[in-house]
């Protein structure tokens, strides 16, 4: 009988305190872009790297590139990101907490690797996401980020493919060299 009033009395605090923090904080909007990762199109075969690179340090190496400080502080004031905590924090308190409300999330699932021919999990997507107390503004934001995501990755595709025709094209010189040595250092004998 004695724990009966304070097993309620706890329920009723918690159940208290529960009903008004929903009602007194803010609501939180989350709005994300999944961005789908597409295997090489040029045969293995045909190139061999000698670095090979994972999606996973791929997407890394393309967050370092695109979470640097100018461009979290340009997305910040464009969209007029936390007008409070600009009047009074400092830039690195605003990164910190942008940084915060944007979340990297790595989708994977199991596949059978080419090469091996056995099970293997690989990122096959990952999610780029912005929380903000705004719908709207997570919305943008996610946008913005997702399309930088997008043009960072073509503009590393595009320098690959760069080094890919270079390479090509030096192999063909080497190749065309060599036959050309052939044929001068063995003359067709008539």
């Known amino acids: 009988k004695f724990r009966r009033p304070w097993l309620i ?7 208290t305190v529960t009903i008004l ?3 007194l904080l803010p609501p939180h909007y989350r709005s994300a872009g999944t961005i789908l990762i597409e295997q090489q199109e040029m045969p293995q075969e045909m190139v061999r790297s000698t670095v090979t690179s994972y999606a996973d340090e ?16 340009g997305i910040i004031k464009r969209y007029d990101l936390y ?10 308190a605003l990164l910190q907490k942008m940084r915060k409300d944007i979340n990297l999330h790595m989708i994977s699932a199991d596949v059978i690797d080419p090469r091996s021919g056995h099970p293997t999990s690989a990122t096959i997507a990952f999610e780029i996401s912005y929380t903000s107390t705004s719908p709207d503004l997570a919305a943008k934001v996610a946008n913005e980020l997702t399309t930088l995501y997008l043009n960072e990755n073509l503009q590393n595709r595009t320098q690959l493919a760069r080094d890919a025709a270079s390479f090509l094209q030096g192999e063909l010189r080497l190749e065309l060299t060599d036959a050309v040595i052939q044929a001068v250092a063995f003359p067709l004998q008539e």
Do not use: H, N, W, Y
């Open 9 to 15: 009395g706890t329920l009723a605090f918690g159940l």
């Open 21 to 23: 923090l929903t009602v």
């Open 58 to 73: 791929r997407i890394q190496v393309i967050s370092k590139r695109v979470m640097t400080t100018e461009t979290l502080l």
């Open 83 to 92: 007008p409070e905590e600009r009047a009074d924090s400092t830039r690195e």
